[in-house]
């Protein structure tokens, strides 16, 4: 299993830019699912982005295509979301999630469902947007 802790909670203004980060200790190199979520009160969790140490191919939910950028950094072991031009709709709390038992092509679905099957996730960061 992975143990993920996050870090970036803030606030910015609509256009502007936060960087939340997740340190993902025991990732396995070519064998991971790593994704980002977000949960809004009264709102079911959705998926955000994720990629798979396989590939590191990047994929994005609708919402926050051309504006979020997930990318992982194997030396550090560290999962990123960089998140530009903000909106107040991006509001949440934002999770970060990894599960080793799936293939990067099973990955992408799953971070679309709400990642549900994920089987390590972060602490949750806000993320406040006005």
């Known amino acids: 299993h992975v143990q993920l802790v996050e870090s970036g909670e803030g606030s910015a203004q609509g256009g502007g830019s936060l960087t939340m980060s997740c340190v993902d200790s025991?990732?396995?190199?070519?064998?991971?699912?790593l994704g980002w979520f977000r949960q809004a009160p009264g709102k079911e969790r959705e998926g955000v982005a994720s990629?798979?140490?396989?590939?590191?191919?990047?994929y994005y939910a609708d919402p926050v295509k051309g504006r979020f950028t997930i990318s992982h950094d194997r030396a550090k072991n560290t999962l990123y979301l960089d998140m530009d031009l903000l909106k107040p709709e991006d509001t949440a709390m934002y999770y970060c999630?990894?599960?080793?038992?799936?293939?990067?092509?099973?990955?992408?679905?799953?971070?679309?469902?709400?990642?549900?099957?994920?089987?390590?996730w972060g602490q949750g960061t806000q993320v406040t947007v006005s």
């Open positions: 025991g990732a396995i190199d070519g064998r991971t699912c």
């Open positions: 990629l798979h140490t396989a590939v590191g191919t990047p």
């Open positions: 999630a990894a599960d080793l038992r799936w293939s990067s092509a099973q990955c992408i679905p799953l971070m679309l469902a709400g990642g549900v099957e994920f089987a390590d």
